[in-house]
């Protein structure tokens, strides 16, 4: 069994680049940017002298709220060498939710980019400390956000009140000794179990929660994920997956950092430059929620491109089909594992083994990450279920996060008296202790008294040779209390045929119970999506309730 290591970001940073300095480890294919090991820690040292320079110390909330930026991970290390706490920022977020991160999370410094989407960061930051555009730099004054004493554009353009990143690299680079003492003695007070990560719950279900994260949990979380998939040196994996999500920075990144290969960044997803990167750079990993891999297979130049180098890859996220793993594994040359578990978890509390078989990588999540119990217990009485039997998936061990950020009832509430953290996720375990999610608890249809699990009719539907996609949620019914209703989207050669819902519905027929086909069926080009490609089931419901209440009309 692999063993836990006791090092921080930076000392991980620091021996690759000592042992491998010429190696590379963050490329950008498509600008040809390349950084080696010794290049990268260099460049976190300056940026993190430039952080203190401005203010930033052990214990200090900086703020990222950018995509897969070049800098991004240079500020994360800068952070972790320094002890401060790096807060990842949605790019989806808008005014209030951004507001509310700020506030809550008591940020020092936020580091912001132009723009993503439709969204103007700086225009939105700017509206959120509008003593900016007055104040002098490193002096803000704010009284709604009192602990926000810095904003940092990533990039070098300048903005009135804020500093930009290639000012804190020069200040970091012509450092006096002074500033550098700072820095050391920060360094030498840093410990793997201090929080270096903070991520903020969805909240679909209320106002998002600050997940506090450690080297510890994050570090061993990652090295064993890259050790599941045989993860060496010479290894490269294709990251197009956000980082401000788990499966970027820990999945992606923290395997990278514990094994000493190369992370090919992929700015934001676009399946073309994915494609062209594996292509260029001879990748051997790729990492992806179905969507991506979708896109990636559909296209039109898809095949022209040279894939053999892959061998590996995380497929996760959401429900991934059977057909698609398969047809991955088919032209995408890989074999494709997933993990399973939430930010709270750091995020893997399973996984899949690359020594099994297909059935076991594509119908299962696999078994629990070393060092780790997982747990199905009865959400009714607390007590351990038995093989086959449904129940709350929990987790107890050294990836259980640090807590909620002042929220130390939430937190109660998510990690039971005996140290097992609650997942809400529903699953079995199977006779050769794999695990399979069946539903969340809180997504389970309740239809006149009977239990209806949407992945169950998700992966029932599948079949159908026209579904590309399906999500089933549960819509309100005045007979029965809720329905289930599914919205499909269809494969491409399916659209122009006009399928009917009346065609689902029959396949249904005889071959699942009567009340667990889905009444309604609604037709979509897609799904609202989170920042991390996550689907929002929530979201469908409103929709779904709305549209049943215009049928009823």
Request: aromatic share 10%.
């Amino acid at each position: 069994m692999p063993e836990l290591y006791e090092r921080t970001l930076g000392d991980w940073l620091e021996y690759w680049a000592s042992n491998t300095p010429h190696n590379e480890f963050i490329v950008y294919s498509d600008r040809d940017l390349r950084f080696t090991w010794s290049q990268m820690n260099e460049r976190v040292d300056n940026m993190a002298r430039g952080l203190v320079s401005i203010g930033v110390e052990k214990g200090s909330h900086v703020g990222i709220w950018a995509n897969n930026v070049p800098d991004w991970l240079t500020l994360l290390f800068a952070c972790a060498k320094i002890g401060a706490v790096y807060v990842t920022v949605n790019t989806n977020y808008k005014q209030a939710e951004l507001e509310y991160l700020c506030s809550n999370s008591d940020m020092h410094t936020l580091c912001i980019i132009n723009g993503e989407k439709d969204s103007d960061f700086v225009e939105m930051t700017y509206n959120m400390l509008p003593e900016l555009k007055t104040c002098e730099r490193g002096r803000l004054v704010s009284k709604r956000f009192p602990y926000m004493k810095n904003v940092v554009f990533i990039g070098p353009e300048k903005y009135r009140g804020m500093y930009n990143t290639q000012e804190l690299l020069l200040v970091g680079s012509n450092y006096s000794r002074e500033l550098n003492d700072r820095y050391e003695s920060f360094k030498k007070s840093v410990s793997c179990h201090d929080v270096v990560n903070m991520q903020y719950t969805s909240g679909t279900t209320g106002f998002p929660k600050g997940v506090m994260l450690s080297h510890y949990n994050i570090a061993n979380n990652g090295f064993l994920t890259g050790e599941h998939m045989k993860f060496a040196h010479k290894d490269k994996l294709c990251c197009c997956v956000p980082l401000f999500h788990c499966f970027g920075v820990v999945l992606a990144t923290m395997n990278v950092l514990t094994h000493g290969c190369t992370q090919v960044m992929v700015e934001r997803f676009d399946p073309l430059v994915v494609l062209a990167s594996i292509h260029k750079e001879r990748c051997t990993a790729l990492y992806g929620v179905p969507t991506m891999f979708i896109a990636e297979l559909r296209h039109p130049m898809f095949s022209i491109f040279d894939l053999s180098s892959l061998r590996t890859g995380i497929m996760a996220g959401s429900l991934c089909p059977i057909e698609l793993m398969r047809e991955v594994e088919t032209k995408m040359f890989m074999k494709v594992t997933s993990v399973y578990g939430l930010t709270e978890t750091s995020p893997g509390m399973t996984a899949s083994r690359l020594e099994q078989s297909f059935e076991e990588r594509c119908t299962t999540v696999g078994y629990e990450f070393e060092h780790t119990i997982v747990k199905v217990l009865n959400p009714d009485n607390g007590e351990e279920c038995k093989v086959g039997e449904q129940g709350e998936l929990c987790n107890k061990g050294y990836n259980t996060m640090v807590g909620y950020y002042k929220n130390p009832t939430a937190t109660a509430e998510a990690i039971d008296k005996n140290g097992f953290l609650h997942s809400g996720d529903l699953g079995v375990k199977d006779e050769n202790g794999n695990y399979r999610i069946t539903g969340r608890i809180k997504d389970m249809i309740i239809r006149g008294g009977e239990n209806i699990y949407p992945r169950e009719i998700e992966e029932f539907l599948y079949r159908h040779p026209a579904v590309k996609d399906v999500q089933v949620v549960g819509v309100p019914s005045q007979k029965y209390g809720e329905e289930a209703a599914a919205f499909i989207i269809l494969k491409e050669e399916y659209t122009q045929k006009g399928l009917l819902d009346t065609e689902i519905k029959d396949f249904c027929k005889g071959k699942i119970a009567r009340y667990k086909i889905p009444k309604y069926v609604f037709f979509v080009d897609s799904f609202p999506l989170t920042g991390s490609g996550k689907i929002q089931k929530f979201k469908l419901r409103e929709i779904g309730s709305k549209l049943v209440k215009e049928l009823d009309q």
